[in-house]
C-alpha cells in the first residue's frame, strides 16, 4: 500500500511519522454528496437490465437469482463488519498504549508485526489459515480463517493513524490539561482522542474498504461473500456470473466508503 | 536562611503573609552533568506578582512548573498557603492553581464556555454556577459573554484567545496563578493593551502571581517583585523592580538590566501615581462665544470638548471656531489621540504623546470619563522623584545626616 509497508524498512523502530490513510480537511459539497448514490444506483440499474436481457443457462440461474445474490452479499458484509470491529477494538487501544511513554521499548516490535500483517500477500495469508478449515469443510471454520486473515491485513491503517492521530495533538494543549488538574485518563479521553478522532477515523474508512475488497477472496477457502459469484463464474466460464460478481463487489465498496465519509464528516468535533 | 533575602527586599514595600515558599527546591535531570534547579529557597507574598527573569537556559520555567508539579522536583520543599504540598495528589493540588502558558492550549474541541467550565467541572459545581461563572469571567476579560460563549477557539483572534486563557485559569477562583510567558507570542501593540489590561484586573482579584519571563522590561512593568536568576535557578537579585533599578546587587544583574535604567524606570510609575493637570474643558453643543471665554480665562490655545457622558471628543482652537462658526464643536478641530487610563505608565502616556505628537495625553477612566490631563513636565518631574526616592532607600545607612539630595545630584 505505501512503500513504508515494507518489513524491515528502517523507520520502523521511529514513531510513524504521518498518517497512512489521508484526512480530508474540508467538509464535502452537497453536490459531491448526492453524486455518489445516483451513480452507484445507475449502475446497479445497467447491470439489472443486461443481466434480465439475456438468455440465462441453468447454472448462470442457479448463480443469478435474488436470493443466492442477497445470501452472498450478507456474507460479504457479515465478513466486513466482524474483521472491521475487532480492527478497531485491536488497534485503537493498541494505539493508545503504543504512544504511552511506558511502552516506548516495545513499539518497534508490535509496529513491525503489523507491518508484516499487510506486507505479507493476502491470498497466501488466506490459504494458511484455510489449510485447517478446508480439511473440515465446516463454513464457521472458513469463516473464522478469513477473518483472522482480514483482520491482520487491515489492523496496520488503523493502529498507524491512531498513533499519528494521538501524537500530532499539540504539546502545548496536553500541557494546559495536565496543569489545569485533568487526570491522566481524563487528558486521554477527552482531549486527545477527540483530537484524534478525524485521523483515526480516516484509518478506520481506509481499513473498511481494505476489507470489502480483500472479503471477494474469502471465497477460496469456503468463507462465502460476494466472491463466491466471481469464483463461480469464473470455474464455469459463464462472463455474465463474472461481471455481476464483479460489479456487485465494487458497488459494495465504493458505497461503504461513502458512507464511512459520510460518518467522518459527521463525526469530527466541531471547531476543529 | 530565608530571613535574609525577605528582610533584604522589605525595604520599599512590606511583604504581606507568604503564600509560596519553596525550600532548597531542586530539580536533577539524569544524565545532566549540572541541576536545572539549584537548591532554590524563595519565599512569594500573598496578593503580588513576583516574576522570575532571566537568560534562557536559567531555570526559571522549570522552577514555575516544580509549583503545580508538571515537572517533579527531585530535592526540596513547596509549601503552599502553609501546607507541605510537594507529595500531595498533583490533579488536585493544580486544580487550585491557575495556569497560563505562553501557547494558550485552549482546548480546539470545546467552545470558550466549555474551555472556561474545565476546572470548575473538575471541582464539582454545580450547572448553574458554572454558568453564571463563565459570564461573569468573560465579562471581566472584557468579552461579551452572549457573543462568544458558543465560539470555538479557531474563531478568535490571537489577543482575544490570550484573554480566554487567562479567564480559564482563574475559573476555578485559585489564589494562586502561574503565568509561563503569557503575552510572549502576541503582537507588541495587542500585548501592551493586554499587559494594562491584566493589570487592572489583578488590582480587583488580587491573586499570588508568579510571572515567568525572559523580557526585563516586561517584568519591571509587571512585578511587584522581581526574582532575578543565574543558571541553575540561583537568584541575583530578589527585590522590588524599583530596587533592581536603582541598586543592582551584582554585575549579572547590572548586565541583564542592560542600558537605560533611568528611562526604564518610566515603567514602574502610573498615571494614577502622579498628580494630574486639569485643562479647559467644554460641553459638547455649547455656543462658540463661550468656548472664547474660557480659552481666554486660561493660558492655553486649545480647549477640549466633552460630550454628555464625559468622553473626550475634540481638540478645538480660537482660530478653528472663527472659521466655522456655525458648525457644532464636534466637527471642527483635532480629533483627541494619546488617551490614556490611570494604570498605564508613565512609559505608555510618554509613547501616546510621541506617536501622537501632542503635547499632554487625555487621562480617562475605564469608562472612558475624562480625568485629568498628564504632559511631558509631569513626567519629567516624576522621574526625578522617583530617582530621588530610590537612591535614598538604597543609601540608607552610608550618609549619617541628611544628604539625600546631595546624593540625588550624583544619581544615574
Not at chain 1, 29 to 34: A, K, L, N, P, Q
Not at chain 1, 47 to 66: F, G, K, W
Not at chain 2, 190 to 208: G, H, I, M, P, S
Request: glycine residues 8%; neutral net charge; hydrophobic residues 45%.
Amino acid at each position: 500500500m505505501t512503500s513504508s509497508a515494507a518489513p524491515g524498512a528502517p523507520d520502523l523502530a521511529a514513531a510513524p511519522q504521518a498518517p497512512i490513510a489521508p484526512v480530508r480537511r474540508e467538509r464535502r459539497s452537497v453536490g459531491s454528496y448526492v453524486f455518489m448514490p445516483i451513480f452507484l444506483a445507475l449502475v446497479c440499474a445497467g447491470l439489472y437490465l443486461y443481466v434480465s436481457n439475456q438468455e440465462l443457462d441453468t447454472i448462470e440461474q442457479r448463480a443469478l437469482n435474488a436470493g443466492n445474490i442477497t445470501a452472498a452479499l450478507l456474507e460479504h458484509l457479515r465478513l466486513t463488519a466482524i474483521s472491521t470491529v475487532l480492527v478497531i477494538l485491536i488497534a485503537i487501544p493498541l494505539g493508545v498504549l503504543l504512544t504511552r511513554p511506558f511502552t516506548g521499548s516495545y513499539r518497534g516490535v508490535l509496529l513491525t508485526l503489523a507491518n508484516i500483517g499487510q506486507a505479507v500477500p493476502t491470498i497466501g495469508l488466506l490459504a494458511l489459515m484455510g489449510v485447517g478449515a478446508l480439511s473440515f469443510i465446516d463454513i464457521d471454520i472458513g469463516v473464522t480463517a478469513a477473518i483472522i486473515a482480514l483482520v491482520a491485513y487491515a489492523v496496520l491503517p488503523v493502529l498507524r493513524n491512531t498513533m499519528v492521530g494521538l501524537q500530532q495533538v499539540d504539546e502545548s494543549i496536553l500541557e494546559a490539561g495536565r496543569g489545569m488538574g485533568i487526570g491522566k485518563f481524563g487528558v486521554l479521553s477527552r482531549i486527545e482522542l477527540p483530537l484524534s478522532v478525524p485521523i483515526i477515523l480516516a484509518g478506520v474508512r481506509t481499513a473498511l474498504v481494505i476489507n470489502v475488497g480483500t472479503a471477494t477472496l474469502a471465497a477460496y477457502i469456503n468463507a462465502g461473500g460476494l466472491g463466491r459469484i466471481i469464483v463461480a463464474g469464473l470455474s464455469t466460464n459463464r462472463i455474465t456470473v463474472q461481471i455481476t460478481g464483479a460489479l456487485l463487489t465494487a458497488v459494495l465498496a465504493l458505497l461503504i466508503d461513502y458512507l464511512a465519509g459520510i460518518a467522518e464528516d459527521v463525526l469530527r468535533p466541531k471547531g476543529l | 536562611m530565608t530571613e535574609q533575602t525577605s528582610t533584604a527586599s522589605s525595604a520599599a514595600t512590606a511583604p504581606g503573609r507568604t503564600m509560596i515558599k519553596l525550600e532548597g527546591l531542586g530539580k536533577q535531570y539524569p544524565k545532566e552533568p549540572k541541576p536545572a534547579v539549584d537548591n532554590l529557597t524563595l519565599e512569594i507574598p500573598e496578593g503580588e506578582i513576583v516574576i522570575l527573569v532571566g537568560p534562557s537556559g536559567c531555570g526559571k520555567t522549570t522552577t514555575m512548573k516544580m509549583i503545580n508539579r508538571i515537572i517533579e522536583p527531585t530535592s526540596g520543599r513547596i509549601i503552599l498557603d502553609g501546607e507541605d504540598v510537594t507529595k500531595a495528589d498533583p490533579d488536585q493540588l493544580r486544580r487550585k492553581i491557575g495556569y497560563v502558558i505562553q501557547q494558550i492550549g485552549l482546548f480546539p474541541h470545546m467552545t470558550i464556555a466549555q474551555n472556561i467550565a474545565t476546572v470548575p467541572k473538575l471541582l464539582g459545581w454545580d450547572a448553574k454556577k458554572i454558568d453564571a461563572r463563565i459570564d461573569e469571567l468573560l465579562q471581566t476579560v472584557s468579552m461579551a459573554p452572549e457573543t462568544y460563549r458558543n465560539r470555538y477557539p479557531k474563531q478568535l483572534s490571537g489577543g482575544q484567545r490570550q484573554r480566554v486563557g487567562v479567564a480559564r485559569a482563574l475559573s476555578g477562583d485559585p489564589a494562586v496563578m502561574l503565568m509561563d510567558e503569557p503575552f510572549g507570542a502576541i503582537d507588541p501593540i495587542t500585548r501592551d493593551r493586554l499587559q494594562n489590561e491584566f493589570l487592572r484586573l489583578q488590582a480587583e482579584v488580587r491573586k499570588t502571581i508568579v510571572f515567568v519571563t525572559h523580557d526585563i522590561d516586561e517584568a519591571i512593568k509587571m512585578g511587584d517583585r522581581i526574582a532575578i536568576l543565574q543558571e541553575g535557578s540561583r537568584i541575583a537579585q530578589y527585590d522590588t523592580p524599583e530596587q533592581i533599578l536603582t541598586a543592582p546587587a551584582n554585575d549579572f544583574v547590572a548586565d541583564f538590566i542592560g542600558r537605560g535604567a533611568s528611562l526604564k524606570r518610566l515603567n514602574l510609575s502610573r498615571v494614577r501615581d502622579i498628580q494630574l493637570s486639569q485643562w479647559p474643558t467644554v460641553q459638547l453643543g455649547e455656543q462658540p462665544s463661550r468656548v472664547l471665554d474660557v480659552l481666554r480665562a486660561s493660558d492655553k490655545g486649545f480647549a477640549l470638548v466633552l460630550d454628555e457622558q464625559r468622553k473626550p471628543r475634540r481638540w478645538v482652537s480660537a482660530p478653528d471656531l472663527q472659521r466655522d462658526e456655525n458648525r457644532p464643536l464636534d466637527q471642527i478641530g483635532l480629533a483627541p489621540e494619546a488617551i490614556v487610563e490611570p494604570q498605564a505608565t508613565l512609559n505608555d502616556a510618554l509613547n501616546e504623546l510621541i506617536t501622537a505628537n501632542y503635547s499632554v495625553a487625555i487621562v480617562v477612566n475605564a469608562s472612558g470619563e475624562y480625568q485629568g490631563i498628564v504632559d511631558i513636565d509631569s513626567i519629567t518631574e516624576a522621574i526625578r522623584t522617583m530617582r530621588t526616592d530610590a537612591r535614598a532607600r538604597a543609601r540608607v545607612g552610608l550618609d549619617e545626616d541628611d544628604t539625600v539630595d546631595e546624593a540625588a545630584q550624583v544619581g544615574r
